[in-house]
């Protein structure tokens, strides 16, 4: 399942595409909306992705102004408020035609400086550096996920696709981040993964042979290890108590440890 960063950039674009078409036809009052996050609509959603696909923009093709702007970002750590007005208080001024156009700009100026990326480039971030193709791949998972909170809200649709490929990885490979995160020591228990793709492929991950496991749905997976969904409104079968906490704790972004919403 190893992919070049080229492949990953695609897919980001392909992400971005599919929530645009999901959300285009949206009328105003819709866009006003509450999300699952508190405090944002959904025109709070997307104004967070083209804040974040311009900074992301400002990573490859101008580390120092990234920097400048991390550094103003970072005064305001502490205050969510303030944090929410730094980062979304241009675009909740705008018209949900005109955000969703700056989106779009923003989103082509990010494609554009990803083209600069090689495997082996090293990108400046709000953390340490990260590779380009984890970075890319961060970019998309955002999309995806804060995208889940506009559907979720605005009742639309979205297709499922193995796009979700780059989630799952990112869910995997960040198992023993999300107890680093929380303070905590990852449990040395091997834990199995057999998920089924929207396509209808097997993805699987670890020893088979382990004797705890999850197995079911690629998407749903996706949805626990973003916080969209407790793992108990899945129906991810989890076999193992490691198993299980790794479900409870999990969390594929950046940022101070936090709980998904709580089981319906």
Same mark, same amino acid.
């Given at each position: 399942?190893?992919?070049?960063?080229?492949?990953?950039?695609?897919?980001?674009?392909?992400?971005?595409?599919?929530?645009?078409?999901?959300?285009?036809?949206?009328?105003?009052?819709?866009?006003?909306?509450?999300?699952?996050?508190?405090?944002?609509?959904?025109?709070?959603?997307?104004?967070?992705?083209?804040?974040?696909?311009?900074?992301?923009?400002?990573?490859?093709?101008?580390?120092?102004?990234?920097?400048?702007?991390?550094?103003?970002?970072?005064?305001?750590?502490?205050?969510?408020?303030?944090?929410?007005?730094?980062?979304?208080?241009?675009?909740?001024?705008?018209?949900?035609?005109?955000?969703?156009?700056?989106?779009?700009?923003? %989103?082509?100026?990010?494609? =554009?400086?990803?083209?600069?990326? !090689? #495997?082996?480039?090293?990108?400046?971030?709000? $953390? *340490?550096?990260?590779?380009?193709?984890?970075?890319?791949?961060?970019?998309?998972?955002?999309?995806?996920?804060?995208?889940?909170?506009?559907?979720?809200?605005?009742?639309?649709?979205?297709?499922?696709?193995?796009?979700?490929?780059?989630?799952?990885?990112?869910?995997?490979?960040?198992?023993?981040?999300?107890?680093?995160?929380?303070?905590?020591?990852?449990?040395?228990?091997?834990?199995?993964?057999?998920? %089924?793709?929207?396509?209808? =492929?097997?993805?699987?991950?670890? !020893? #088979?042979?382990?004797?705890?496991?999850?197995? $079911? *749905?690629?998407?749903?997976?996706?949805?626990?290890?973003?916080?969209?969904?407790?793992?108990?409104?899945?129906?991810?079968?989890?076999?193992?108590?490691?198993?299980?906490?790794?479900?409870?704790?999990?969390?594929?972004?950046?940022?101070?440890?936090?709980?998904?919403?709580?089981?319906?």
């Amino acid at each position: 399942m190893s992919v070049g960063v080229a492949k990953v950039a695609a897919d980001l674009v392909a992400e971005q595409d599919a929530l645009d078409a999901a959300i285009s036809g949206l009328d105003d009052e819709t866009w006003s909306k509450p999300t699952a996050s508190p405090r944002w609509s959904i025109a709070d959603q997307i104004g967070h992705l083209a804040y974040f696909d311009h900074t992301a923009t400002l990573a490859i093709a101008d580390p120092d102004g990234f920097r400048s702007e991390m550094t103003r970002l970072l005064e305001h750590f502490g205050d969510d408020r303030a944090v929410d007005e730094f980062t979304l208080g241009a675009f909740r001024h705008m018209s949900p035609t005109t955000l969703l156009t700056r989106w779009r700009t923003n %989103r082509d100026t990010l494609a =554009a400086a990803a083209t600069s990326l !090689d #495997d082996d480039t090293r990108v400046v971030w709000y $953390g *340490p550096s990260m590779g380009a193709k984890s970075f890319l791949t961060a970019r998309l998972m955002e999309c995806w996920a804060h995208g889940q909170d506009v559907i979720d809200a605005a009742g639309v649709q979205r297709p499922s696709t193995d796009r979700l490929a780059h989630i799952v990885r990112l869910g995997v490979i960040t198992r023993g981040w999300s107890y680093t995160n929380r303070g905590l020591e990852a449990p040395d228990v091997p834990v199995f993964l057999k998920l %089924r793709s929207p396509s209808g =492929a097997e993805w699987v991950f670890g !020893d #088979d042979t382990a004797s705890e496991s999850i197995v $079911g *749905p690629a998407e749903d997976f996706c949805m626990v290890v973003t916080q969209r969904r407790h793992v108990d409104d899945t129906v991810l079968t989890v076999s193992g108590e490691a198993a299980r906490d790794w479900m409870l704790k999990a969390q594929v972004f950046a940022g101070p440890p936090m709980n998904g919403p709580p089981a319906s």
